[in-house]
Nanobody, 123 residues
Framework: QVQLVESGGGLVQAGGSLRLSCAAS????????MAWFRQAPGKEREFVGS???????YYADSVKGRFTISRDNAKSTQYLQMNSLKPEDTAVYYC?????????????????WGQGTQVTVSS
């Protein structure tokens, strides 16, 4: 059973940056695809990006070029560096994981989830 704990959310002005962290425990971190999703009020949970390794990452078009996902297998932690933030990036951000190499962008295909961390971008 994998446990995920996010941290790093907060309030930032438009154009600013934040870095989210997701610490994992209870599994072999390097064997899991790690992902970030987000959910804004009244909207469905949406894919932000995922990583299998440092050279295999995927991003939603809405964040490509602004957000960067990375992972440190030695620390069992993944990161989401968010730059050039926009008010529409405001959401609860969730860390997710699933065993093996996954290219799915569907939240239903990820078995393990963190509790979420709020990111609010003011205009």
């Amino acid at each position: 059973q994998v446990q995920l704990v996010e941290s790093g959310g907060g309030l930032v002005q438009a154009g600013g940056s934040l870095r989210l962290s997701c610490a994992a425990s209870g599994g072999t971190f390097s064997s899991h695809t790690m992902a970030w999703f987000r959910q804004a009020p009244g909207k469905e949970r949406e894919f932000v990006g995922s990583t299998w390794s440092s050279t295999v990452t995927y991003y939603a078009d809405s964040v490509k070029g602004r957000f960067t996902i990375s992972r440190d297998n030695a620390k069992s932690t993944q990161y989401l560096q968010m730059n050039s933030l926009k008010p529409e990036d405001t959401a609860v951000y969730y860390c997710a994981a699933d065993l093996g190499f996954k290219t799915s962008r569907n939240a239903g295909n990820f078995h393990y989830w963190g509790q979420g961390t709020q990111v609010t971008v003011s205009s």
